[in-house]
């Protein structure tokens, strides 16, 4: 699974530098962090409505779709802070086995 992330974030930084007519993802940074925090946000509602959708119909294959879409344009807004997905992967690591209730309680009361 993280082979197919490393591969992505490879690509995505490779995009960085492109023309921004050469990609999709090379428009997308060229048009700068609003833009692509614009597309997370569409994308996350499209990914929700598909989820209730699928709940009533039980096809999750909108579901699916929608959620790729929505953690591709999450890896573009990480590369574009300079982040890789790594990083994201070690903190999904760092609280396996850790309570949800305690990793909240840890991060104080604003979270």
Same mark, same amino acid.
């Given at each position: 699974? =993280?082979? &197919?992330? $490393?591969?992505? @974030?490879?690509? /995505? !930084?490779?995009?960085k530098t492109a023309a921004a007519d $050469? =990609?999709?993802?090379?428009? +997308?940074?060229?048009? %700068?962090?609003? #833009?692509?925090?614009?597309?997370? %946000?569409? !994308? $996350?509602? !499209? &990914?929700?409505? @598909? ?9 999750? $294959?909108?579901?699916?779709?929608? &959620? ?5 344009? =999450?890896l573009v807004m /990480? ?9 994201? +992967? ?7 086995? +850790? =309570?949800?209730?305690? !990793? #909240? ?7």
């Amino acid at each position: 699974m =993280s082979d &197919t992330l $490393s591969r992505l @974030a490879d690509v /995505l !930084e490779a995009r960085k530098t492109a023309a921004a007519d $050469s =990609s999709y993802v090379a428009s +997308l940074y060229h048009k %700068g962090l609003n #833009k692509i925090l614009e597309k997370v %946000g569409e !994308e $996350s509602i !499209e &990914t929700i409505i @598909a989820a209730k959708d699928a709940e009533k119909s039980g096809d999750c $294959s909108d579901v699916i779709y929608e &959620t790729a879409d929505l953690w591709f344009h =999450s890896l573009v807004m /990480l590369a574009a802070l300079g982040q890789h997905p790594q990083a994201v +992967l070690d903190e999904l690591d760092r609280r396996f086995g +850790l =309570s949800g209730h305690d !990793e #909240k309680a840890a991060r104080g009361p604003a979270a």
